[in-house]
């Protein structure tokens, strides 16, 4: 196995090694291949055939930094069917509801994904 060196914020770390041994992990490394498998996943189950497909977003990021978050999904407007942004505990919470090109869902995920510091769950319908 490759060894690997990944910063992160020491509250994040702390909520995930309480959230891996909660779930019986055995090792950190354990959970962080866990975690990369399920990442890997999310990615794969976003067919890239173009077919249509629909799906909910949720983005949440802290709303104390700047995010580009609204841009990348304006630059999606034809696939955007619906969005809402709210704030709770001090984050900016996005729930976005996409219906269109598979390959262009997977294309604003893929951009959303890569921003720092910015959570997102997908859910296919």
């Known amino acids: 196995m490759v060894v690997i060196s990944v910063s992160i914020p020491e509250e ?3 909520e995930f ?3 891996s041994k909660d779930a019986g992990f055995s090792s950190r490394s354990d959970a962080i ?6 990442f890997i996943s999310t990615k794969k189950c ?7 497909i629909s799906c909910i977003v949720t983005i949440i ?3 104390k930094k700047k995010h580009h978050v609204h841009d990348i999904v ?3 407007s034809d696939v955007v069917h619906s969005s809402m942004h709210t704030h709770v505990n001090g984050q900016c919470v996005e729930q976005i509801v996409l219906d269109g ?3 262009e869902i997977k294309e604003l995920f893929c951009h959303l994904s ?3 510091d910015v959570r997102i769950n997908l859910s296919i319908l």
């Open 101 to 103: 090109s598979s390959s």
């Open 114 to 116: 890569a921003q720092k």
């Open 33 to 38: 291949r866990d975690a990369i498998r399920g």
């Open 12 to 14: 994040e770390l702390q």
């Open 74 to 76: 304006h630059n999606y």
């Open 61 to 63: 990021y802290s709303d």
């Open 17 to 19: 090694d309480s959230a």
């Open 46 to 52: 976003i067919p890239d055939s173009g077919e249509n």
